[in-house]
């Protein structure tokens, strides 16, 4: 009821900007909300389809004056539709067979993932139907993973803290690599990193998706992982996944035995970027040859309320080769699982995203989310341009910085590396 409709919303939201259709709009859905909830409007698929047209990008609670909680009454409302409304069989196989039984889960991504590549190695790809060759677009030919180690102490001689790393579930499996530069970048800032075993989704799928239930599930199994850690911080290095994670106190309110728990869990969340130190690239400044853009995550800017750190941060590194990108703020169309379910949108937004990259005639595309990733390299290589290079903040920071020096290895070590020196020939 606090929404006034006073339309400040309207050119933040994506769908409106594309179709100018009120329906479409977020002030649209919270009148469309407000009639399902009173009873005035029914429970149909046009109804339905409005609201799954939303990407939930927050970019209206941004722009709102009056502060309206937009991404909360989409979740309820979406959470009330799942429960009450019967969707056609094979969209429903879609999205609860397929989508919430497979991404949320690194194993089962993982073996996913297998067919395509032998696919790709066998060069039958292009054989494939065209809906299927739209999904496999968006799989990158380098993803793999990494494994973490359990702890990663500091070599820095000041110790910031210990933080425990969420690894997350899309970014495990295809930018295990990310992973590691998040743990490397962490490690030159001062923090000892500890990446404990059995953590969980962090709900952000279910919860955006109208399975709250679910999303509540992950969030008590990735809290029992980490309180008792004697943790500092809790970072992660994909923007999707922190907006939820920092949710876990809302999301857990109104269940006793665990809201105080989720309340201090959502108090240590960090994104990686709120960690790194200003000046931790400073020294590096204007000596870059190709221009850099930055594209805004929107659960980073939106839902975290993120802006100045990765800009500060990129034009310390890059001096006058970094350039704005326009409509930064604007979703690319990724959204979670949102290019799967709504491919025509997702893929006017993803047109729209890369047009405005290539105005910029920048070389580099740096984000911080795993789905804009994936989203932009795909847009762009469907575009005739897959020289662009999109990649996290995370590996840009990472590559640009000088390695830190090796430290040397104790003492028991070295006396074994001098008793067989003889066998070394003399210089």
């Given amino acids: 009821m606090s929404c006034v409709h006073c339309g400040l919303c309207l050119a933040a939201c994506p769908t ?27 429970l149909n698929e046009p109804a339905v389809r409005a609201l799954d047209s939303c990407l939930g990008c927050f970019g209206c609670q941004t722009a709102c004056p009056a502060n309206v909680r937009y991404g909360e009454l989409l979740e309820h409302t979406r959470d009330h539709i799942e429960h009450r409304f019967k969707r056609p069989v094979l969209e429903w196989l879609w999205r609860r067979g397929f989508i919430e039984q497979v991404f949320p889960h690194p194993w089962r991504l993982k073996l996913a993932l297998t067919p395509l590549k032998l696919i790709r190695q066998l060069g039958l ?46 970014q495990r499996v295809m930018f295990g690599p990310t992973n590691a530069a998040c743990m490397r970048l962490l490690n030159r800032a001062g923090f000892d990193v500890v990446t404990p075993p059995g953590q969980s989704c962090c709900g952000a799928l279910y919860s955006h998706s109208g399975q709250l239930d679910q999303a509540r599930q992950c969030a008590r199994r990735n809290i029992a992982t980490f309180e008792n850690l004697g943790l500092d911080f809790i970072v992660i290095g994909a923007s999707g996944c922190g907006g939820a994670l920092k949710d876990y106190g809302r999301l857990l309110q109104d269940d006793p035995a665990w809201a105080d728990r989720a309340r201090a869990f959502a108090a240590k969340v960090r994104d990686l970027v709120e960690l790194l130190p200003a000046d931790l690239v400073e020294s590096r400044a204007g000596n870059r040859e190709s221009r850099i853009t930055y594209h805004d995550a929107c659960h980073l800017r939106h839902a975290q309320g993120i802006y100045q750190q990765p800009r500060a941060l990129l034009q310390a590194l890059c001096g006058s080769d970094f350039v704005e990108l326009p409509e930064s703020d604007l979703c690319c169309g990724s959204a979670g699982s949102y290019n799967l379910t709504q491919p025509a949108m997702s893929a006017r937004l993803q047109q ?25 390299r795909a847009g ?45 020939p003399r210089p």
């Fill in 352 to 376: 729209r995203k890369i047009g405005n990259i290539l105005k910029t005639g920048a070389t580099t595309v740096v984000t911080t989310n795993p789905g804009c990733m994936l989203q932009m």
């Fill in 125 to 170: 790809e292009p054989a494939l139907p065209s809906f299927v060759r739209r999904m496999t677009a968006l799989v990158p030919a380098d993803c793999r993973a990494v494994p973490m180690p359990v702890n990663s102490p500091t070599s820095t001689a000041v110790k910031k803290g210990r933080v425990g790393f969420i690894e997350g579930c899309v």
């Fill in 16 to 42: 409106y900007l594309e179709t100018g259709d009120e329906n479409l709009s977020p002030r649209g859905r919270i009148y469309l909300m407000r009639h399902l909830q009173s009873g005035r409007a029914a």
């Fill in 380 to 424: 762009l290589a469907a575009a005739g341009r897959p020289d662009i290079e999109v990649t996290h903040l995370a590996d840009f920071l990472d590559h640009a910085l000088p390695r830190p020096p090796v430290r040397p290895p104790p003492l028991a070590t070295a006396l074994t590396q001098k008793q067989f020196s003889w066998r070394q």
